[in-house]
């Protein structure tokens, strides 16, 4: 393994890991208990994974992967507050989840290490070139970043 | 800048990012509010910002930097759960995260690209033969994600 695929490689574990304990922890979470706030007050844990099913789905054009698979998401879990629009059941979320977080890993896989290191689809030629650590893997470790911080937030709900 | 020090920068960025965020967020807050819970029984949020406090003092030696600057904030941060130990006090603790966290940022940027893929200090020769990604910047990325986790729970408590 050169040192590009080994680095490239971390970052992909990191995404994994945290996907796994995201998808594990709301998977197992019955309509009632995802109904629950993760404080007296701020979103409930289904508004919580319903946002990181839409923010990774998001994921597909910004890395170059393609059209998203359920764009509709938007408008619920990142335009809107928790409790403004009607949301899926829990069993369509985790459909989703799996899908999206599914196609995603196995397509992670076939960007070949320097590949990761070109600019991401939602900047342009010139910011880029005025910092180019603005890349795939930059989107890729701040996406595992925005999961781990919500996952510590659905954790406090937990039970 | 090769492909090898620009993936290293990204993760270096992205942990600058996330400990700049701890740190404006913690040091803003008062005495009297750092001692709120982020939820109703969960941990203080002094107990957070201490908990990170140690786990990134830790890094030195698990990185290969050198000893802690502050061994003895395991004991009521890592080992003991909120409310079990007296607390250092928040200026205290201010002083300890910019320390360790402004010493930790300069190591950093004097490690080679090449030498963020070694094997880090807290496994055995063994276990780095078996596991090659098990290196120094997979440590990197994982205590961003550590703090992302416990900012996420902080941000709840806010204000």
Redo the contacts between chains.
């Keep these: 393994?050169t040192?590009?695929q080994?680095?490239?490689?971390?970052?992909i574990?990191?995404w994994k890991s945290?996907v796994e304990r995201v998808g594990k922890k709301f998977s197992a979470l019955t309509e009632d208990q995802l109904l629950k706030e993760?404080?007296?007050g701020?979103n409930r844990l289904i508004y919580i994974w319903g946002h990181l099913t839409a923010i990774h789905d998001a994921m597909f054009p910004i890395l170059g992967l393609g059209p998203r698979m359920h764009p509709e998401l938007d408008d619920i879990f990142v335009a809107n507050p928790d409790k403004a629009r009607q949301l899926p059941s829990a069993s369509e979320l985790k459909k989703y989840w799996h899908e999206i977080n599914g196609k995603l890993l196995s397509q992670f896989e076939s960007i070949a290490?320097?590949e990761?290191?070109l600019q991401h689809h939602a900047m342009s030629e010139e910011d880029y070139a005025k910092d180019?650590?603005r890349?795939r893997?930059?989107v890729l470790?701040?996406r595992?970043?925005?999961a781990?911080?919500?996952?510590?937030?659905a954790?406090?709900?937990a039970k």
Tied chains: 1, 2.
């Design positions: 393994m040192s590009q080994l680095a490239v490689k971390v970052a574990n990191s945290v993760v404080a007296p701020k290490p320097d990761w290191l180019p650590t890349n893997l930059a470790i701040s595992t970043n925005h781990s911080y919500h996952l510590g937030q954790m406090l709900a």
